[in-house]
């Protein structure tokens, strides 16, 4: 059977064309997310970031009135940066002083004023070895 | 008892090691002997494993802290099936339970295929003792269940969120589907390195793969309904990297669902689906390393942990080998069946193969690059919901057309005229469906009506295939339609067992596509005896209780319920705190319509001393049609995996022809 | 604690066993050689593979055309099609049965199944 070339791989060619036509269309117009950073590496910075950082006191204020106000420091490295925080929206079940948690905004004014509800808390480690004391 | 435990585990190390080796001389340099000693070890690598299981799944019904595994995931207060649950629900454990489905999946594949396929068996022995060499390796010298320590009072407790039911099945059948993917892996391998690159590899483990994606997708359903009322946001599926951990490998499974159906039939694709399930396999390789290794910024993510470069390696290595594999035997993969046209049912599943591997490779881009940007820019740039959500509707609406599209078409070429008539009907009902849904308001959400429609002409078309097929039965001289329509079913478990699965992805569509385009959200901030107004319904905060219950205080609002001045009843929402756990999780309340299938859902976001509570109420269409999807997906599996006695009879009967024993 | 030892050494004990079981059993085999398809058996497995894919291919397209998802005309222009393939395979696997029959007549006998 002389092998000639068929439309139907043209047209399956095109379509893995298309797709992938889709995807760079994409990421080219919407760009890319957020820049994740940690409280250390705020300072400057002006547009909508992702700061992951650890929660430290005194949590003040309501996040459903006014806004709950915190401060958030770097996770694991010895920095004593302290990046003042104002929240509105949905507070986690989990947020607590010492929790690690997530949180989308920007920085205005020396305050990082974040996104209502955009605050995610990391599970208590399943996985990891628990840090002494945790028991009773 | 530890001690015992971490002997089995050991000598699981040594067995597996053994049946790689030897497994492997044995295969190479064909010694008969050998071979079945290999397999042994491996069935025998199951037994201790399960040894070393019972040894720890009876430390923690105990309660003997002395085990820190078992004082860092359980308390004395714990309800025992959580208890045994935490089995799996720590590092440790959940790889030791990994360890043991994979070492018994190994042994029964072995078992049940060890007379007919007795040639791929040879090889299959040492690829899943490699497999399982890993995993021992992890439990024995990295990540140990059986540290021991001085025995605490009381151990640390479980994660309240995870003291639920969903939590006790979702890990378990996610591993199921995880391991379950290892045996197609495996017999591929085994083809490749044996060069029986027939379709014997594809029969013997198309049931293994159907379980497995059955298993993972089920799994996630659990989860996904675990965070709808546990979590309690709101949603049930976050983009989270450990969710898609579980997608990813599901979907280029279902990719290679279908696309062995082509080679079943026409005899392409050969390379295309050892690759699939190579990429399966390496996915969920991954997805289990993503869950435990914290690279990725997530709501589950563990911190670091020694366990994440060993996995990657081991996935490397997987990756290298297999691709080596392939490459070698390229040469006789190759098939000279052609695609003869663009409109065909080979082409059908092609596109549905490219759109699926679409999506997963676009999950996939958005798990790794923060990675890839960390390690590159210096910076981890995270992609949020929208690019996710883009992508989901980008290439699951047309996955959605084509799964009307796929089963209507003939093989090899299908004429314009034949595609008029057969579509036509499904066509007008989408129209109609369309328009009605216009009328109704649909267009607020333009994908979502899109959704609604594909899914019309979908349902439309399974139910025209379900239809024609009991009246061709009848015609052929079935003696009444019910008679008819069940003897088409088991006659053709796999055609339509499949459609009913594609009435499930249709439900799964509809559910979704409500419950995220078309709801409703209202926050207030209400005192008692104040209401609230949402999507028809009335809530009036009546009243806040306190209760104690086993290992928690519990905090309730209650809230009256109407809807167009019908009673509907009371709502409670509230939180728990947790004595032991020293957390606090919330509780949400959700009221299911059973006419409509939406619910009315309300998280006390906020309790404040004077009484007052900050409410978050949603109102979400159709989203119990989620959970019936897993329950019809359940039954189109079921369908599709019962055994068939035609089909065996067959198969028995072609290897009787070439001189393998008749008995399977 | 000795107790756990004691099991420990036990199960390493059974698992040595049960992997020399088949040296155990059989000292001194026949044969120890895996029983392998030959090439002339995996050929006649690929026919019959051929085979069958062309009797289901013919089956399937029956059962679309009675279901209706084939017209009549596109029917008609497979239906020929598929019959001279299934045709074509059964001949190939004759061709080769009568082949492995007059090339080795007196080899011992693994069933070959049922033959015209």
């Known amino acids: 059977m002389a092998r000639k070339a068929s439309p139907a791989r043209l047209v399956i060619a095109l379509s893995v064309a298309a797709v992938l036509a889709v995807f760079l269309l994409y990421t080219s117009i919407a760009g890319g997310g957020n820049p994740s950073v940690a409280p250390s590496a705020l300072q400057g910075r002006t547009g909508e970031v992702q700061l992951a950082g650890l929660v430290v006191g005194p949590v003040t204020g309501d996040a459903h009135a006014g806004g709950l106000r915190f401060r958030l420091k770097d996770i694991g490295s010895k920095s004593k940066t302290r990046v003042a925080v104002r929240y509105t929206g949905s507070v986690p079940d989990l947020f607590k002083v010492g929790r690690h948690i997530v949180i989308d905004g920007r920085l205005r004014s020396g305050v990082f004023v974040a996104e209502p509800g955009s605050m995610i808390t990391k599970c208590p480690s399943k996985y990891a070895p628990k840090q002494s004391g945790d028991s009773t | 008892m530890p001690e015992l435990g971490r002997a089995a585990l050991v000598v699981t190390l040594g067995l597996v090691v053994y049946a790689l080796v030897a497994g492997g001389a044995a295969a190479h340099l064909g010694r008969r002997r050998l071979a079945q000693s290999a397999q042994n070890a491996l069935i025998a690598a199951f037994f201790t494993t399960a040894i070393a299981s019972v040894v720890l799944l009876a430390a923690l019904v105990r309660h003997d802290f002395s085990f820190a595994y078992v004082a860092r995931t359980t308390s004395e207060a714990l309800p025992t099936a959580y208890t045994i649950s935490a089995f799996w629900g720590g590092q440790e454990g959940s790889l030791l339970l990994w360890l043991l489905v994979l070492t018994g999946f190994g042994a029964a594949a072995v078992r049940l295929n060890r007379t007919w396929a007795r040639d791929l068996i040879v090889w299959v022995v040492p690829v899943f003792a490699a497999v399982a060499t890993f995993f021992s390796f992890l439990v024995v010298a990295v990540a140990s269940p059986f540290a021991t320590q001085v025995a605490p009072p009381d151990g640390a407790g479980m994660t309240p969120s995870l003291q639920n039911p969903y939590m006790l099945a979702h890990p378990p059948l996610l591993y199921l589907g995880y391991v379950g993917l290892t045996v197609p892996f495996a017999f ?110 997530s709501i589950h993510a563990f911190t670091q942990s020694s366990i994440g470069p060993w996995f990657l390696a081991f996935i490397g290595l997987t990756v290298a080998v297999s691709l080596g594999l392939v490459f070698w035997r390229l040469s006789q993969l190759r098939s000279p069946t052609r695609l003869e046209s663009p ?150 478990r796999r055609r339509y067992g499949g459609y009913v699965v594609h009435a499930s992805i249709v439900l799964l569509a509809i559910g979704v596509a409500g419950s995220s385009a078309f709801d409703s959200v209202a926050d207030a901030k209400l005192t008692r005896g104040e209401s609230l107004a949402i999507g028809g319904y009335t809530l009036v905060y009546r009243s806040l209780d306190e209760r104690q219950s086993a290992n928690a205080t519990e905090i309730r609002a209650t809230l009256g319920v109407s809807r167009g001045g019908d009673d509907l009843g009371t709502l409670e929402a509230g939180k728990n705190a947790y004595t ?22 309300v998280i006390a976001e906020q309790i404040n001393a004077d009484g007052s ?52 | 604690m000795t107790i756990a030892l004691l099991l420990a050494v036990a199960l390493a004990v059974a698992c040595v066993v049960v992997v020399a079981f088949p040296f155990l059993m059989e000292p001194e085999p026949e044969t120890d050689a895996l029983d392998e398809l030959d090439e002339d058996e995996r050929h006649r497995l690929e026919l019959l593979e051929a085979r069958d894919r062309a009797l289901g291919a013919l089956k399937e397209l029956e059962f679309d055309h009675r279901t209706g998802t084939i017209s009549d005309d596109d029917y008609r222009e497979q239906i020929g099609q598929l019959r001279r393939e ?28 049922g033959r015209t």
Not at chain 2, 218 to 247: K, M, T
């Open chain 2, 613 to 664: 509570v900050n409410f978050r109420v949603f109102v979400k269409p159709l989203v119990n049609l989620i959970w019936l999807a897993g329950l019809v997906f359940l039954l189109g599996s079921a369908i599709t995996l019962w055994p068939d006695r035609r089909e065996q009879r067959r198969l028995v009967a072609r290897a009787g022809e070439v001189g393998l024993p008749a008995t399977r």
């Open chain 2, 188 to 297: 591929a391998l085994a083809a490749l390195l044996s060069g029986r690159l027939d379709e014997r590899w594809l029969i013997a483990t198309r049931r293994w793969t159907l379980l497995a994606w059955t298993a993972l997708g089920i799994g996630q359903l659990l989860g996904a309904h675990w965070a709808y009322v546990e979590v309690g946001w709101g949603g049930y599926y976050a983009w989270d990297p450990v969710e898609n951990a579980a997608l990813m490998p599901w979907l280029a499974a279902t990719a290679f669902l279908h696309s062995v159906m082509i080679q079943e039939k026409r005899g392409m694709l050969k390379i295309w689906n050892v690759l699939l399930v190579i990429l399966a396999f390496s996915l969920s390789l991954f997805g289990t390393f993503l869950t435990r290794s914290g690279v990725v910024n």
């Open chain 3, 86 to 113: 299934a045709a074509a395979a059964l001949q190939a696997l004759r061709r080769g049965d009568n082949e492995s029959r007059t090339e080795a007549p007196d080899r011992e006998g693994r069933p070959i199944g």
């Open chain 2, 343 to 492: 409109i065909s049912r080979e082409a059908a599943f092609l596109f549905n193969n490219l759109l699926l591997l679409a999506l997963c490779l676009a999950i996939l881009w958005g798990v790794v690059y923060p990675m890839l940007s960390e390690a590159i820019r210096g910076e981890a740039v995270v992609l949020g919901r929208s690019y996710y959500d883009f992508f989901l509707r980008a290439f699951g609406l047309p996955l959605l057309l084509l799964m009307g599209i796929g089963p209507l078409i003939a093989w090899r070429s299908a004429s314009f005229r034949s595609l008029a008539t057969t579509f036509r009907w499904p066509t007008l009902v989408a129209l109609v469906a369309g328009v009605v849904l216009l009328v109704l308001g649909a267009g607020s959400s333009i994908p979502g009506l899109i959704a609604y429609t594909f899914s019309a002409f979908v349902f439309a078309t399974i139910v025209m295939e379900f239809a024609r097929g009991t009246r061709a039965r009848k015609a052929l001289g079935a003696v009444s339609w019910p008679a008819a329509f069940s003897s088409l079913m088991a006659r053709n």
């Open chain 2, 580 to 601: 032991i756990e020293r957390q606090v999780s919330n509780e949400v309340g959700i009221r299911s319509d059973k006419v409509t299938g939406e619910d009315l859902f």
